[in-house]
């Protein structure tokens, strides 16, 4: 089987793609014959060695995957074989063929293709996630989302406009704001030509946005806490801007401001039917039309380099997705 | 009347008491005729100058009491003269009369005392916010106190327990503790002897807590960030300690934690319906006897500056009220 490995940290070039046998399988588990794989910012970070969780050598990166459940083990009973599935697991989706518990086996919508199953789980429930259970974002709120035409910004633009909020979004150039527009963002600003603080502040009439989805960090967090009504939930889901912010607990105390950190895999890991349920509204809200996932590229896993290039270098909009050659 | 006056910023000796002019009733306001006042950590950063909100000088102090209502502004309904009731504002509670809005006033329930009356609002309302508003508390969670021997503090354990809450009791000092474990607290832990960390882990046999109330910051809030449960709720209530946390934001994302900024005093205004139902609540607990306000101290007016001392020096066991016009108010 044709898998992309890691064997030592480094960067995406120092992947490798080999023929390696099939992986053993036990009660509980599923096997998927993989056909496409969503990229995400943390594989670039789990090869370098600076994810918190770092699997033994080789393995193969890969977050999500979406293919057909080929062989299930002892017990397992939501999932049979020829079921059509998307697998969110700890790392391992790139490859041909991924050994999956139950657990993380989602049946996917019978009219939903692969590439877009692949690419459709670890964004959107992020978004969900962050939006509905810490962010309690209700109708007719204000929500602030960062790095809009990313992967998971993308889909925080979307979930916010399906939940009903009015949706202002961030990112660095025109093309990136006019994607996050057409994914239904009613307010876009350019963080890199205007002082998006008094941007936000002059679309809300002085109020501040009531809800922030960051995954990016860094001064772009700090500025945002200046920038929000009272009762403000942020929601902290990475640092692509590379900086760890420190977050003055003076300034939540006076605004009532509360910032989350979420980190969605414990959610998957530890809470799995809250994530079952994340996904039944997902892919509600999917086949009504409310979700539209961007797929910006599409690679074969021999290319797997340069689609990690893509994400680290801030050019990627949307959801890039790995193919292995199964159609 | 008579009033404590801070004619400058500074510590308590800059307090005086003097003879001000009644306030003016006013349409939907009701005048109070004060009982008893009590003094609250807040006063203290108030006038010091370092509390958030602010008012020119000379200004009353004063932040909680309770009394009778004597007069009512045009327009008053749901309160009448000679009802007992019990409040809080930002000033000019330190004083034989206060002037608020009728809607400001909380009823006090007959057979329990304005001494016990002027101790409720502020502690217990602070605690009960905290983990009702902030970290949404569901009975069987693990509730970690600090400063729990405190006004805060304090309120913060009863109502944990009363919310059903496991409640773990952080001060400083073996007395501290045994006061908190006494309010009804299941653990202590003194600070001053004892890692915060390794016994709350001990305690909770290597969970964590999932909610953490903390008034007192710096090395408090440090400890707690490394003794949490995922999806814990950390609720930042003040900076007692003198150390305001600058909290690294990766440490909340890969735990799953929330740093939960906190200001009780803004709620009144921005959401009277929640602040009116929380008082409601809390003065049932009451009646219950499932809440306890602890007295410790109840001095003349005119020792405010003494009053406010044993907070500052932290020799309270309890409660310190000013006995304004006492239960004769």
Redo the contacts between chains.
């Keep these: 089987m044709r898998a992309l490995l890691c064997r030592q940290w480094g960067p995406p070039e120092s992947l490798t793609v080999e023929e390696i046998d099939p992986a053993p399988m036990g009660a509980g588990e599923v096997r998927i014959a993989v056909h496409a794989a969503g990229l995400n910012f943390a594989d670039t970070l789990m090869i370098a060695g600076e994810y918190q969780r770092k699997p033994p050598f080789p393995f193969s990166p890969g977050l999500e995957a979406a293919g057909v459940v080929t062989e299930v083990g002892a017990g397992v009973t939501r999932l049979k074989p020829g079921d059509r599935a998307i697998a969110l697991v700890d790392s391992g989706a790139f490859r041909a063929e991924l050994v999956a518990v139950e657990r993380d086996v989602i049946p996917m919508p019978a009219e939903m293709d692969f590439v877009t199953g692949a690419g459709f789980g670890a964004a959107y429930c992020t978004a969900h996630g962050a939006l509905d259970w810490l962010g309690r974002l209700a109708p007719g709120e204000v929500l602030l989302v960062h790095g809009a035409a990313g992967g998971v910004g993308l889909g925080a633009v979307e979930v916010g406009k399906a939940m009903g909020a009015t949706v202002i979004a961030t990112a660095s150039s025109p093309e990136k704001l006019a994607l996050a527009q057409a994914h239904g963002a009613d307010h876009p600003i350019n963080y890199r030509t205007e002082d998006f603080r008094a941007r936000v502040l002059e679309i809300t009439d002085g109020r501040g946005a009531d809800v922030v989805f960051d995954p990016v960090g860094g001064d772009v967090f700090l500025t945002s806490l200046r920038c929000v009504a009272w009762d403000a939930r942020l929601v902290i889901i990475g640092f692509a801007s590379g900086t760890r912010q420190k977050i003055p607990a003076n300034i939540l105390l006076v605004k009532n401001i509360a910032a989350y950190g979420f980190a969605w895999t414990q959610y998957r890991r530890e809470a799995p039917e809250m994530v079952y349920d994340s996904m039944e509204r997902l892919f509600g809200w999917w086949r009504e039309g409310k979700l539209a996932p961007h797929i910006s590229e599409v690679f074969d896993l021999a290319d797997a380099a340069t689609a990690m290039r893509r994400l680290t270098g801030r050019q990627a909009t949307g959801r890039i997705v790995l193919t292995t050659g199964l159609d | 009347m008579r009033a404590v006056i801070c004619p400058q910023f500074g510590p308590p000796e800059v307090l005086r008491v003097a003879d001000v002019p009644r306030p003016e009733i006013a349409p939907g306001m009701a005048r109070v005729r004060i009982a008893y006042a009590a003094i609250n950590f807040a006063d203290i950063v108030m006038i010091e100058g370092a509390y958030?909100k602010k008012r020119p000088l000379p200004f009353v102090a004063g932040m909680e009491y309770s009394g009778v209502v004597t007069e009512c502004g045009p327009g008053v309904a749901g309160v009448a003269p000679g009802d007992r009731v019990m409040s809080f504002e930002f000033f000019d509670c330190f004083a034989d009369e206060i002037v608020a809005p009728a809607a400001h006033l909380y009823p006090v329930p007959d057979g329990k005392p304005l001494t016990e009356a002027a101790a409720l609002p502020v502690g217990y309302g602070t605690g009960h916010g905290a983990l009702e508003w902030?970290a949404r508390m569901r009975p069987g969670e693990w509730v970690l106190v600090h400063g729990a021997a405190g006004g805060v503090g304090l309120g913060t354990v009863e109502v944990a327990k009363a919310m059903g809450g496991t409640v773990i009791a952080c001060a400083g000092g073996a007395g501290k503790v045994k006061r908190a474990l006494d309010h009804g607290a299941d653990y202590g832990i003194d600070y001053t002897a004892e890692d915060i960390r390794a016994r709350v882990l001990e305690i909770t046999g290597g969970r964590g807590v999932d909610v953490v109330v903390d008034p007192v910051?710096g090395d408090a809030?440090e400890a707690s960030l490394r003794c949490v449960n995922?999806r814990a709720r950390m609720v930042?209530?003040?900076?007692a300690g003198g150390r305001?946390?600058?909290?690294?934001?990766?440490?909340?994302?890969?735990?799953?934690?929330?740093?939960?900024?906190?200001?009780w005093g803004?709620?009144r205004e921005?959401r009277p319906a929640m602040m009116r139902d929380s008082v409601a609540k809390l003065t049932d607990w009451w009646r219950e006897g499932k809440l306890r306000p602890h007295v410790s101290h109840i001095l003349p007016m005119e020792e405010v500056t003494e009053a406010m001392n044993l907070l500052v020096r932290r020799e309270a066991t309890g409660r310190v009220l000013l006995d304004i016009g006492g239960e004769e108010a």
């Design positions: 958030q902030r910051g809030w995922w930042i209530v003040g900076f305001v946390p600058q909290i690294p934001a990766n440490i909340l994302l890969v735990k799953n934690v929330a740093a939960v900024g906190y200001w803004d709620y921005k």
